[in-house]
């Protein structure tokens, strides 16, 4: 996946050193979702706007395309999610 944000879909920002992160890049994958990762270690930028979309500093920040989005995310409630939003 790329750093370039759209708006039609999911985007995650984390980092790769992070276990939720690779967890849910993993189910989003298994799911054959698109998806737009942001790297918040690469870009400070990156890690400020997950912090001003979550209020927090914890990671992943998953956005959906409806605008909402989940920090640290179980699988249950991001498959959930994407189901209620037909992505599934």
């Not at 790329?2 to 993993?26: F, H, K, L, N, S």
């Not at 001003?52 to 998953?62: E, L, T």
């Amino acid at each position: 996946m790329t750093d370039t944000i759209a708006p039609d879909r999911v985007t995650m920002y984390g980092a790769d050193w992070c276990r939720d992160c690779r967890r849910t890049e993993a189910l989003l994958n298994d799911l054959g979702v698109e998806w737009t990762k942001v790297d918040v270690e690469a870009s400070a930028e990156a890690a400020a706007q997950a912090q001003a979309i979550s209020g927090r500093m914890n990671i992943p920040v998953v956005v959906f395309p409806d605008g909402s989005h989940q920090v640290e995310p179980s699988d249950a409630a991001v498959r959930d999610k994407l189901a209620a939003l037909g992505a599934l």
